[in-house]
C-alpha cells in the first residue's frame, strides 16, 4: 500500500482509505457487527491506515465498530471524522 504524508501534520496515511458509512446504514447488504469487524481488519491487514467515521454514522454505530476493530491497534490506524 502506498502512503502519503499529509503536509506540516507529520502524519502519514495510507494512499487508500476506508470510508465507515457502508458498515453502519446497511448500504451494501446486512451485516452484523462481528462481520463488520472482520471487515476493517481486512483493510488493515492490507495496509490501509486512514480511516473515516464521518458523515453518516448510523448514529455512532461506526463509532461503536471501529472502537472494537481498533482495540490494541489504535497506533496502527489515523481516524478521520
Not at 499529509?6 to 494512499?15: D, K, L, N, Q
Not at 491506515?49 to 463509532?63: E, I, K
Not at 471501529?66 to 490506524?77: E, I, L, Q, S
Request: proline share 2%.
Amino acid at each position: 500500500m502506498l502512503l502519503r504524508d499529509i503536509p506540516g501534520t507529520g502524519i502519514r496515511v495510507s494512499e487508500v482509505g476506508f470510508g465507515g458509512e457502508p458498515l453502519a446504514t446497511g448500504w451494501w447488504g446486512d451485516h452484523d457487527d462481528d462481520d463488520a469487524v472482520r471487515l476493517v481488519h481486512a483493510a488493515m491487514d492490507r495496509g490501509i491506515t486512514l480511516f473515516d467515521c464521518a458523515d453518516r454514522d448510523g448514529d455512532g454505530r461506526v463509532q461503536t465498530i471501529y472502537g472494537r476493530a481498533f482495540r490494541g491497534r489504535r497506533d496502527r490506524v489515523v481516524l478521520a471524522t
